[in-house]
C-alpha cells in the first residue's frame, strides 16, 4: 500500500507564492518519478511539473518560469514551488508518484495519487 499525503495549498492573492509537498509511504522500493497535475473545475486534469530519479525536470509551457518542481528521493517527497500566482492557478492540485514496490515478494511498477489539495488565486 502507498500513500501520497499533500499539504501546502491555501489562499493566496495573484502575483503570491504557495509550496505544495507531497510525502510518498508505504513499500516503496525505489521512486521512478514524482509530480504534480492540476484539475480545474469543468477541464481536465494537465500535468504541471514533474521531476524523475535521474532529476530531469519537466514544467508546463503555462507555468513555465514561475513554478519550480523539485524531488527528494531520500524523503520520498516532491515539492512545487509557484511563484507570481496567477488567478488561472486556481485548482486542484494532485501529487503523483510513478513508484517500484514490494508486493507479495515481488517488485511491481505502479502509479499513484494523492487525494488533492486546494489551490486558490484570487485577482
Known amino acids: 500500500q502507498v500513500t501520497l499525503v499533500e499539504s501546502g495549498g491555501g489562499l493566496a492573492q495573484a502575483g503570491g507564492s504557495l509550496k505544495l509537498s507531497c510525502e510518498a509511504s508505504g513499500s516503496i522500493v525505489n521512486i521512478n518519478a514524482m509530480g504534480w497535475y492540476r484539475q480545474a473545475p469543468g477541464q481536465q486534469r494537465e500535468l504541471v511539473a514533474s521531476?524523475?530519479?535521474?532529476?530531469?525536470?519537466y514544467v508546463a509551457d503555462s507555468v513555465k518560469g514561475r513554478f519550480t518542481v523539485s524531488m527528494d528521493k531520500a524523503k520520498k517527497s516532491v515539492y512545487l514551488q509557484m511563484n507570481s500566482l496567477k488567478s488561472e492557478d486556481t485548482a486542484l492540485y494532485y501529487c503523483?508518484?510513478?513508484?517500484?514496490?514490494?508486493?507479495?515478494?515481488?517488485?511491481?511498477?505502479?502509479?499513484?495519487w494523492g487525494q488533492g489539495t486546494q489551490v486558490t488565486v484570487s485577482s
Open positions: 521531476e524523475t530519479v535521474t532529476h530531469i525536470a
Open positions: 503523483n508518484a510513478d513508484v517500484l514496490v514490494e508486493y507479495s515478494g515481488r517488485v511491481k511498477q505502479q502509479e499513484h
